[in-house]
């Protein structure tokens, strides 16, 4: 499930080390921590252009959305679980970004990320969505598992309708990543790649599959009493989504 050795450490690993000490406790402590860590990203050698850094930015738009939607009672049955599963998910994140900065073994599909987060030849969107891939793919089935155990619940129609909200708002910002990086950056990006990243090669649909996602949860659920199998199931999870993030890594590379 981990990415073999020693990694290198962050220069500014002191600063993410003491931002993510704690883990957050509800969705505005998640959303404070990014807004550190987006500062902390772009204090890298890249910039804005770092690949923590275009990841972090959309997963703190998304937060934001999720709190506003959460405040509003609009769009989630059951806010309970839809503010704990938000904790949950980020807990993940965050969790590999503090091993990263520690120099410790991350999650491989992380590790897709976080190894290549300095290499010039990957653009924005590719950070992103394999950010996305990452976060989705790997991290948001064992969230769900646990969020329930925590809550003391199990995986019911609202669940899976909450689930599937999460979901959606990330699919619409995935969708708007071209403009909003083509105006962030101030760069023209290549259509062809774009094309082939976002839609061309299926690639989006593969890393959104919520029917798939949830899945992957109800089989984490069924095998939570049998650590050994549950263990080897998500290190199975991280494998497949470590190679889709390489192929959207690689779909966009220059030469």
């Not at 993410?16 to 406790?25: F, K, Q, T």
């Not at 993940?92 to 987060?117: I, T």
Request: glycine share 10%; proline share 4%.
């Amino acid at each position: 499930m981990v990415s073999d050795g020693l990694r290198a450490v962050p220069s500014y690993a002191g600063g993410v080390l003491e931002c993510l000490a704690i883990p957050p406790e509800d969705v505005p402590g998640v959303l404070e921590r990014l807004d550190r860590l987006q500062e902390l990203a772009e204090s890298g050698p890249r910039g804005t252009d770092d690949g923590l850094a275009c990841f972090n930015h959309l997963y703190r738009e998304i937060t934001r959305e999720v709190l506003a939607q959460l405040d509003g009672q609009e769009l989630f049955r059951e806010p309970e679980f839809s503010g704990r599963l938000d904790v949950e998910f980020a807990r993940r994140y965050f969790s590999a970004v503090r091993a990263d900065a520690s120099g410790l073994p991350v999650p491989r599909s992380w590790a897709v990320l976080l190894d290549r987060r300095g290499h010039t030849e990957i653009g924005p969107v590719e950070f992103a969505v394999a950010g996305v891939n990452a976060h989705v793919n790997y991290d948001l089935a064992t969230a769900v598992v646990r969020t329930c155990t925590v809550l003391g619940r199990g995986l019911g129609r609202s669940e899976l309708a909450d689930h599937q909200s999460f979901n959606e708002i990330f699919a619409q910002h995935v969708g708007g990543l071209v403009d909003h990086f083509g105006t962030w950056l101030g760069r023209e990006l290549d259509g062809a790649v774009i094309d082939k990243i976002m839609d061309g090669a299926g690639t989006l649909s593969v890393v959104l599959a919520r029917d798939a996602a949830w899945c992957r949860a109800e089989h984490l659920w069924a095998l939570r009493t049998r650590p050994a199998e549950y263990e080897r199931e998500c290190q199975a999870i991280d494998w497949r989504a470590a190679m889709i993030g390489r192929g959207v890594l690689l779909a966009g590379a220059t030469p």
